[in-house]
Structures are given as C-alpha cells and as structure tokens.
C-alpha cells in the first residue's frame, strides 16, 4: 500500500496524529518524549518514510546542532580518516557534521565558509589548505563562527588549534634511520600543497645538525595534491640521473613515498634492509594504505583518534563558553614510529 508523500513535519504530525510541538521535540532531542510517544512517531516515520528537513528545523533556533567540518582534499586518504573520526564523535554527541572539500582549491575554500555562513553551524573544525588558503577570508569567518583549526595551523586563526608534532615524525624517523645505517636524504614537493611539510624540512634539517650529519634536502618540482604522481615522477627523474647523496630517503609524507615507492619498482631497485637491497625509504603520517605498499613503508605514525577526539571535544568547549576563549589554544599529539620493511 502506498501512502501520500509527507512534505513538511505539519503533515508528518497531522498523519500521525500527534501535535506539532511533540513532533518537533522528538526531532530535537528523541530522550525528550515519553517512550510509548517516541514509538509512535518511529512507527510513523517508518510507515511514511519521512526525514525531516534538519537544516530548516536547525534555522529556526538560536544555536544549531549542525557541526561544520572543513578538509583540504577529501580524495587524501588521510583528511578521509580523520574526518570519519570527527564524524563519529559528533553524531555520538547529537550533532549533525556537514563534511566539505576544498580539493586544493582557495575559491571552492571560500565558497564553503560563505556556504557554512547561511547554514548557522554551532561551530566549525577547519584544516585549511594552507599556503593556498585566504588568510583575511578565514579570519573573517572565524570572527563570524565558533571556529577550531586542525591538522594545519595558521597563526592567530581560530579559537585553538589541534594537531600532530611534526618534529616529533621527523626527529623520530631520523634519529632511527641514522641509528640503523646511513643518515637519509630528505624527499620533498618544491612547492608543498601542505604547510606541514616546510615544519618537517626544518626538522630535518635540524635534528640532522644535531646528531653531526650534513642535511641534504632533494625537491622535486610539482604542485596541487597529486603527491603519488609527483613523488613518482620526481623519484624517477633523480634515480635515473644517480642523484641520491645516502642510500636512505625520508619522504615528507606517506604519498610521496608510495610514487618513491612506485619509481623504484619500475626501475628495479630493491627497497628494504636485505643485503640485495640498494636503499631504505621512510616516511611521515601513516597514511592508511602505507602498510600494504611493497615493502610495507616504514613510517611516524599520526595519533589520529588523539586529534579527533580533542579536535571536537575543543569545539564543543568552545561553543559552551559562547565562541570564544580568553587566549587561543594550540595542542600537539606526537607520533609513534612504526617500523616495516621499507627500512
């Protein structure tokens, strides 16, 4: 049998014969109405299939429960990780995340926050792209919206901001590789799409001075968010001129290494610790396929439940106090190296 469409949550009351207001409590918060009520408009919804329009119910109260999460690239398997994460913690709340992409883009970056505007978010968790982003954009939304920045921080934007220690990846990774055999060159993007990568250089170039060794810093052009292309097509063009100073690499991030990765096959070369291996790479993050590449990738592994969790739980602290706090915060989770065959 089938039932006339639903339209509005009026007719959804009407059909199922209960008031307006009880209908909309239940939308509200479900704990609210009597059980045998709650039953009632469940069996109802089911018969009739009706979703509520929640954006419309969100504008017309003063604080939403709508929850805006902002990524650079939403194709990166690492803001896909991270996103379903805070996904998880605000639906567990009670609130509703709207995720967007920027995919590396500064006008579609743009385009969202005026989106997110109209739509009334209780707050915001914002991993801006970066170098590319719109600083006086973000700033201005941020003086607009309850807003926490993470993954990559931009000074003096935002409430707080949550991510990982980078010189906690590369100061591991480096202080390993040259415990366990030559010191590494560092592989990296001359223009990096993330603003992370220019804090691990300096880590590595740092910590390389530190322990008596002599930096070497390989960039190979490319730019936007294509880094398994750019890592491959640049690995390439530098094993094939014999340009490597160590026989060791420490990419500056999982994706480049996986196109470092990718090169080396294509050209034969053996990657890992056996003795008819000619280099070890390691990388940063633990990106969520970095341990089914052949050889699975030696890697600084971010704390990814760590920085969601406290990503969220700011935001939520943040909205409770009304927007604001009385200085900005910044917290970092450090890495933990995993150690797999690639080195």
Not at 22 to 41: A, H, L, Q
Not at 292 to 314: G, I, K, R
């Amino acid at each position: 049998m089938t039932h006339q469409k639903i339209r509005n949550m009026e007719e959804f009351a009407a059909a199922s014969g209960l008031s307006r207001p009880t209908v909309s409590k239940y939308f509200n918060d479900p704990g609210s109405v009597r059980p045998s009520t709650r039953e009632r408009i469940e069996a109802a919804i089911e018969k009739y299939d009706y979703r509520p329009n929640i954006f419309a119910i969100n504008q017309n109260r003063k604080l939403t429960k709508n929850i805006g999460i902002v990524v650079p690239h939403l194709a990166d398997p690492f803001f896909a990780e991270i996103a379903r994460k805070i996904e998880q913690r605000c639906i567990e709340a009670g609130f509703w995340p709207m995720l967007f992409s920027a995919y590396g883009e500064k006008k579609h970056e743009n385009d969202i926050l005026d989106s997110l505007r109209s739509l009334r978010p209780a707050g915001v968790l914002l991993a801006p792209l970066g170098r590319a982003s719109d600083r006086a954009e973000i700033e201005k939304f941020c003086r607009d919206v309850p807003t926490v920045l993470f993954d990559s921080n931009i000074d003096g934007l935002g409430e707080a901001f949550v991510g990982s220690d980078n010189f906690s990846f590369v100061s591991q990774t480096v202080e390993y590789l040259t415990r366990s055999g030559e010191p590494p060159s560092f592989f990296e993007m001359r223009t990096p799409a993330n603003p992370n990568a220019n804090k691990r250089r300096l880590a590595y170039i740092q910590m390389m001075e530190r322990l008596g060794f002599e930096p070497h810093v390989i960039k190979v052009d490319g730019e936007g968010w294509e880094f398994e292309e750019i890592g491959k097509r640049g690995a390439l063009k530098v094993l094939k001129a014999g340009g490597l100073p160590t026989n060791a690499i420490l990419c500056s991030n999982d994706r480049l290494a996986i196109g470092f990765l990718s090169a080396c096959y294509d050209l034969e070369i053996r990657v890992g610790r056996g003795e008819d291996c000619a280099l070890r790479v390691a990388s940063n993050d633990d990106h969520p396929f970095s341990k089914f590449t052949c050889p699975p990738l030696t890697t600084a592994a971010h704390d990814y439940d760590s920085v969601a969790n406290c990503s969220v739980e700011t935001l939520f602290e943040l909205i409770e106090n009304g927007g604001s706090f009385q200085r900005r915060t910044e917290t970092l989770f450090p890495a933990r190296l995993v150690l797999r065959s690639s080195a």
